[in-house]
């Protein structure tokens, strides 16, 4: 099975412009989480979401929003970039996204934001 | 709130030694799930190992084992017979039965040398 995949990989954006991440899950999982990778602020959850539905949302402004696809792909999107969203995002999918399963993360995307 | 605490920025080993990596949680949960993931300098987040706070038994992954002391709050990664390749940020994460979310530690740098 192909793992979870994440485009672009790298992307530079400027301060005020928006972003969209893509995030495609291991076939046949339902559940896709995104997470902020910072130095400073470590690993941090954003959102999850599951049957196109945004089921558990973490401590972030309202400039991140997410959607999930009838085919369970997941995007999330920035808008108003600001210098501290440079980041690494990472989307993680699991089956049915229970207390039981394992989420199986993807290569990140790479934002930087000049 | 939960959190997840490691105190150790960086250890090193060398290569056939073993070296054991800390992990502290606070929770006033009684089931949860506790993870080490391993991110290379690839990014790639990897699962290491996963333990249900419900057994007892610690878990086991070929050089990878733990020490659940659940009355501690303690969840330590052991590698035994270190290798050039287990060089990489290691994580310890919790989660909640009741939630999807991972919450990270810090992050734990460890390299091998030969």
């Known amino acids: 099975k192909a793992g979870v995949t994440q485009t672009p990989r790298y992307l530079i954006k400027t301060r005020g412009q928006q972003v969209t991440l893509s995030c495609s899950p291991i076939s046949g999982h339902r559940s896709v989480s995104w997470y902020q990778q910072t130095p400073g602020q470590g690993l941090q959850f954003l959102f999850e979401?599951?049957?196109?539905?945004?089921?558990n949302k973490g401590n972030f402004p309202g400039r991140f929003s997410g959607r999930q696809f009838s085919n369970s792909r997941s995007e999330m999107n920035v808008s108003t970039l600001e210098l501290g969203d440079s980041a690494l995002y990472l989307c993680?999918?699991?089956?049915?996204?229970?207390?039981?399963?394992?989420?199986?993360f993807g290569p990140g995307t790479r934002l930087t934001v000049l | 709130a939960q959190t997840v605490t490691q105190s150790q920025p960086e250890m090193s080993v060398q290569e056939a030694e073993t070296v054991t990596l800390s992990c502290t949680y606070d929770?006033?949960?009684?089931?949860?799930?506790l993870f080490w993931y391993k991110q290379p300098p690839s990014r790639q987040m990897i699962l290491v190992i996963r333990q249900e706070a419900y057994k007892q038994q610690n878990a086991t992954e070929n050089r990878f084992s733990v020490n659940f002391q659940k009355a501690a709050k303690s969840f330590s990664l052991k590698i035994s017979d270190s290798q050039l390749g287990d060089a990489a940020m290691y994580f310890c994460a919790y989660r909640s039965q009741a939630g999807t979310a991972l919450i990270f530690g810090k992050g734990t740098t460890l390299s091998v040398s030969s």
């Open positions: 993680a999918s699991s089956l049915l996204g229970t207390d039981t399963d394992t989420q199986y």
């Open positions: 929770t006033s949960e009684s089931d949860y799930y």
């Open positions: 979401y599951f049957s196109e539905t945004q089921r």
